[in-house]
């Protein structure tokens, strides 16, 4: 196909995932609306259903053009690259929303909070308990996904594997411990403002976390089916830097809401 033109960029044919992929999300959100109010779960179960589908083979897609028919050209790559890391600042601003309610907030506590941080009432976790330990889990998965990287250039594609599955493990032990410290959680999301920036702040990290779970999960499945090689290993490189923000963003949850504002 690129001995037919005569540049070094991919022009992506049509594809119905964008549009159907839109359609998906909706219904899944105004499934979760749904459920909230009425109890109904049906349609949030069709959303998360077609959306999920839809990721599956979008990604299948976009696996073909890149690893079976070239279409991933140095200059692609740059471009995927460049995309990766505005799309991760674009991130830290979305964080930083959070971060600056939560010290508007703390920094100078509103009367009707009693004028103190935490507010009346409020018992706040102890910050060397599980916090400390997910702290610990994120900055060694940290530590395993670069082992990853390191052998994937390297060509040991032994260790990478090893690596790389230690990493979504650790990911999925975060989430685990992370439920149960909601479920063990002394406040709730509508207990004044430190609930709803507690929660706002560590539920969309939460998410994040399986995001990029999910995002490591593809790339492992990839190098099973030998997709990567030192020279051609954009995806699990975007993977890689999604995780170190994952970890990064943790450690001013941590030190921030977690031990200075306890």
């Given at each position: 196909m690129?001995?037919?033109?005569?540049?070094?960029?991919?022009?992506?044919e049509m594809s119905p995932w964008p549009l159907a992929g839109s359609i998906s999300t909706m219904m899944t959100l105004t499934g979760a609306i749904k459920f909230f109010q009425q109890g109904s779960y049906i349609m949030l179960l069709l959303g998360v259903t077609m959306t999920t589908m839809i990721m599956i083979q979008w990604w299948r897609d976009v696996?073909?053009?890149?690893t079976y028919q070239g279409l991933h050209t140095?200059?692609?790559?740059?471009?995927?690259?460049?995309?990766m890391i505005l799309f991760i600042v674009s991130e830290v601003f979305f964080f930083i929303s959070f971060f600056w309610a939560f010290f508007h907030?703390?920094?100078?506590?509103?009367?009707?909070?009693?004028?103190?941080?935490?507010?009346?009432?409020i018992m706040s976790f102890n910050p060397m308990q599980i916090p400390l330990l997910n702290t610990m889990i994120l900055l060694t998965?940290?530590?395993t996904v670069t082992?990853?990287?390191?052998?994937?250039?390297?060509?040991?594609?032994?260790e990478m594997?090893?690596?790389?599955?230690?990493?979504?493990?650790?990911?999925?032990?975060?989430?685990?411990?992370?439920?149960?410290?909601?479920?063990?959680?002394?406040?709730?999301?509508?207990?004044?403002?430190?609930?709803?920036?507690?929660?706002?702040?560590?539920?969309?990290h939460g998410i994040h976390v399986m995001i990029g779970t999910t995002f490591l999960f593809v790339c492992v499945i990839r190098q099973f089916n030998f997709h990567f090689s030192k020279n051609h290993h954009v995806g699990f490189e975007a993977a890689a830097w999604?995780?170190?923000?994952?970890?990064?963003?943790?450690?001013?949850?941590?030190?921030s809401i977690y031990w200075w504002g306890n």
């Open positions: 690129l001995t037919h033109q005569n540049h070094p960029y991919h022009l992506v696996v073909r053009e890149g140095k200059t692609v790559i740059k471009g995927l690259r460049w995309g907030s703390s920094l100078s506590p509103a009367v009707q909070v009693g004028s103190i941080w935490p507010p009346m009432g998965s940290g530590v082992w990853a990287h390191h052998s994937l250039l390297n060509n040991n594609m032994k594997n090893q690596s790389l599955t230690i990493t979504i493990l650790l990911g999925l032990y975060f989430t685990l411990l992370q439920a149960y410290e909601y479920m063990e959680a002394p406040f709730t999301i509508s207990d004044s403002v430190y609930g709803s920036s507690f929660f706002m702040a560590t539920g969309f999604y995780w170190h923000f994952v970890d990064v963003v943790w450690l001013f949850l941590y030190i």
